[in-house]
């Protein structure tokens, strides 16, 4: 998969490109990366990306001219890849739409700053509009990390071998399962006997009743929108007699 940002400040990435999971998949080619600076498509001599918005007020707004030229050269470099335009107004940002992303050939990611970019370049050289959430950042260069962060830990290599992609919080509608490591007593607070046991059938119970309880208690909204098995079904209702129990 290959990503190109453009940005007025291409500098911002170097440290996201240099670490971690983004890192290794550049080394093993999984993904290919770069920054280009939208200034650089700037015809004046003083390479002026920003003006004063038509109509008056305050702030100001990505001429059109140095975002068309940077998008432009970017799509003939990558012709298979969809632009994206960072911006509040976009559809927000969840694991679905990672996961179709993650399918591209190549995305090339537009990141605005002061009150955002020309309406003229959203209408005729973007593919999709996204919003990392209902918020204002200063500009879309963050947005941008978060969505190549998401997509390419979903790339199929990226991860190790294990299944760590799909067992995510979101992959399957539930929030993970509680996780504990050594030591076994830490401050005087053990860890689930189960864990320890080396049952594998009893663990996996444990894990999907940790993910329920969980879900329930922390994200009930995301229980509204999920389909349940008979075995999902049969844990809740094993809690929801306890609670009433209790009440
Ligand atoms: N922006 N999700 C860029 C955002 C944003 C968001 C505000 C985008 C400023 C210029 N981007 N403009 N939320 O707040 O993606």
Request: with cysteine.
């Amino acid at each position: 998969m290959k990503f190109v940002v453009l940005t007025i400040f291409p500098e911002m990435f170097d440290p996201f490109w240099a670490h971690g999971i983004i890192r290794k998949a550049i080394e093993d080619q999984r993904i290919l990366t770069s920054a280009v600076n939208i200034r650089d498509y700037a015809a004046d001599r003083h390479q002026v990306t920003d003006d004063r918005p038509y109509g008056g007020g305050s702030g100001m707004v990505m001429k059109p001219e140095p975002l068309a030229g940077a998008i432009r050269d970017a799509v003939q470099r990558a012709p298979q890849a969809k632009t994206v335009l960072l911006s509040p107004q976009g559809r927000v940002f969840n694991q679905a739409m990672a996961q179709e992303l993650a399918a591209l050939e190549g995305l090339i990611l537009v990141c605005g700053r002061y009150e955002g970019v020309d309406e003229r370049i959203a209408d005729d050289l973007v593919d999709y509009e996204i919003s990392i959430g209902d918020f204002v950042l200063t500009g879309g260069e963050l947005a941008a990390m978060i969505l190549v962060d998401a997509v390419t830990r979903l790339i199929p290599g990226v991860l190790g071998g294990d299944k760590a992609a799909e067992t995510d919080s979101f992959a399957d509608g539930l929030l993970e399962h509680a996780h504990y490591t050594r030591p076994r007593d830490f401050e005087g607070r053990g860890v689930p006997e189960v864990l320890l046991s080396g049952h594998h059938r009893e663990i996996e119970n444990w894990r999907l009743e940790s993910s329920l309880m969980r879900t329930l208690l922390k994200r009930s909204d995301l229980l509204d929108k999920k389909a349940l098995n008979r075995q999902e079904v049969e844990i809740l209702n094993k809690w929801y007699r306890v609670i009433k129990n209790l009440i």
